[in-house]
Every structure is written in structure tokens, then in C-alpha cells.
């Protein structure tokens, strides 16, 4: 069987030359490999209101299944992305429920968004690695853990922000009450700022 390689969310970078989709970077656990992997606007949305810890209005569909696993007791045991053929990235999800154990395949955007709702384990194969993973060396591995430290104390989280234009108004209010409810006053600025851009639309 072939060896496989644990990774970790690192962040996104956006696509210049693909409008409306991100590069989702999977860095190497314990190495200095990074896997990027090409995603839409909303599944790159989806990711990172995990990633930042920032709850949704309403629940996402990532959300859905992960609340409907929970309730049913299935396990999500790990993620697998499996195979890369003509620029698509192939992966499935184990499951667990009881004894029975069950592979799901599915998009990777998707697969990645659950197993961050899951806390499950993130794999790929060593010669996906070998073949598409960009090597770091250890001084610029260094200056980003550096760099995404301190992005954390300004701004909370990774480096990419929730694009909030996407939500509609009324989610916009409902996020904005519970932001200041909860005292969260920067997020709450985030919001209003942007309720006010979406008034001036009108």
C-alpha cells in the first residue's frame, strides 16, 4: 500500500487567473511540502467560516451534514484525497457507524469543509506530493508560521477573511446582533460596514 501523507488547512490564497475561486494550500504535517487545491468562491466561504471560527447565520450545507452525522452517530474517520487526473483533485470520506464502515466519494472542497467541522484527519498519497507539492525551505516555513502568528493576533484567525458581500441582508443582520450581543465589536464594525455598502446598492 502506498504511504500517505497527513495534512493540515494552512489558508487560501486567491486565484488570479481563475475569477471567483481560491488555491486552498494544505500544508505537510511535520514537513515542508504544500498542496494547493483549487476551490469556488462558496465552498472557499464554507471553509473558512470554520477556519475562523465564525458561525454562519444559518447553517451551511457542510453544517447539514455534519449536524446530521452527529445525530445519527457516524464517524467521520478521515479524508482521502486519492488521485489527481487532468486538473481535478479526487477524494472520499470514511465513514464510520457502528461496525460498518463506508468510502463516499466526494468533491474535495467539500470533503476538506467536513473533516474541519469533524476535527478528522486530512490525507493524500506521497506521489500526489511528489508530483504537485511546492518544497519550502525551513527559514520560509519559519517566517510563515511567523507571519500567520501574528495575522492571528490582528486579526483573529488565517489568512483569509469571510467575504460577508456574499450574505444577504438579513443574514448580514442576524450575524451583526449576535456579534454585538456577544460583544464582539470588530466583527460587528465588519458587518455594519458592509450592510451600509449593500443600502447604498439600493
Known sequence: MESRVR???LGFSFNQNKTGSYGLVLAEENGLRRLMVVVGTPEA?????QLQKTPPPRPLTHDLMHN?????????VEIDIYRYDDGIFYS???LR???ALVDIESRTSDAVSIALRANAPIYTTESIMQTLGIVFDEKTVSQEK???EEEQEVNGDLNLNVDYSLLKK???QTMLDEAVKGEDYELASIL?????KKDSDF
Not at 466561504?45 to 467560516?49: D, G, K, L, N, V
Request: charged share 30%; no cysteine; hydrophobic share 45%.
Open 192 to 196: 455594519r460596514d458592509e450592510l451600509k
Open 146 to 148: 511567523m507571519e500567520n
Open 45 to 49: 466561504q464554507s471553509i473558512a467560516f
Open 170 to 172: 438579513d443574514e448580514l
Open 92 to 94: 472520499r470520506i470514511l
Open 68 to 76: 446530521i452525522f452527529r445525530q445519527f452517530n457516524i464517524e467521520v
Open 7 to 9: 495534512l493540515s488547512v
Open 97 to 99: 457507524q457502528g461496525e
